[in-house]
T-cell receptor, first 113, second 110 residues
Framework: KAGVTQTPRYLIKTRGQQVTLSCSPI?????VSWYQQTPGQGLQFLFE???????NKGNFPGRFSGRQFSNSRSEMNVSTLELGDSALYLC????????????FGSGTQLSVL | EDQVTQSPEALRLQEGESSSLNCSYT??????LFWYRQDPGKGPEFLFT???AGEEKEKERLKATLTKKESFLHITAPKPEDSATYLC???????????FGKGTRLHILP
């Protein structure tokens, strides 16, 4: 069974640009969560989607958005990039909304110059 | 607000030297406490879920325990391949959000 796949693996953008990151969950998993990981703040929850609906949202500005498609694949978008958005963005999938066990992808390393 | 604090931030041990990692949490109505392991360049990998005080889980050289205020990850006779960042996370009663601590970077010297 294939794991969680995130693309691209690395991304370099400049301030003011926007970026879209993609996540394909494990087959059969319907819950997808996104996290931002930085050395200073650790893993911070962005949002969670289940059956194309956003179930939870973390404390991030509206520049961060996401969506989920009918096949459970998910995308997150960051508009008007800032230097502080440089981070590893991790996607995790789970078979149920209880999220008792999250399966993470390897992440997208975003660098904003 | 739910909070998770892990200590120490970093720990260096000699191979075979046992120790414990601490995870303190503040959440009303804990639904679950989780331990993950993260290797450089990879996403976290699930290790354990603990649900109630007094519960223990074991896997190879790792044992996780839970009290009403904290959890410990005990590592017995560690090997260099146990070197990684260990993350603790909690889930509260209101929604299914998983909140992570900042992790403990463990380095086992051969």
């Amino acid at each position: 069974k294939a794991g969680v796949t995130q693309t691209p693996r690395y991304l370099i953008k400049t301030r003011g640009q926007q970026v879209t990151l993609s996540c394909s969950p494990i087959s059969g998993h319907r819950s997808v969560s996104w996290y931002q990981q930085t050395p200073g703040q650790g893993l911070q929850f962005l949002f969670e989607y289940f059956s194309e609906t956003q179930r939870n949202k973390g404390n991030f500005p509206g520049r961060f958005s996401g969506r989920q498609f009918s096949n459970s694949r998910s995308e997150m978008n960051v508009s008007t990039l800032e230097l502080g958005d440089s981070a590893l963005y991790l996607c995790a999938s789970s078979p149920a909304t209880t999220n008792e066990k999250l399966f993470f992808g390897s992440g997208t390393q975003l660098s904003v110059l | 607000e739910d909070q998770v604090t892990q200590s120490p931030e970093a720990l260096r041990l000699q191979e075979g030297e046992s120790s414990s990692l601490n995870c303190s949490y503040t959440v009303s109505g804990l639904r679950g406490l989780f331990w993950y392991r993260q290797d450089p360049g990879k996403g976290p990998e699930f290790l354990f879920t603990l649900y109630s005080a007094g519960e223990e889980k074991e896997k190879e050289r790792l044992k996780a325990t839970l009290t009403k205020k904290e959890s410990f990850l005990h590592i017995t006779a560690p090997k260099p391949e146990d070197s990684a960042t260990y993350l603790c996370a909690v889930q509260g009663p209101v929604d299914d959000k998983i909140i992570f601590g900042k992790g403990t970077r463990l380095h086992i010297l051969p």
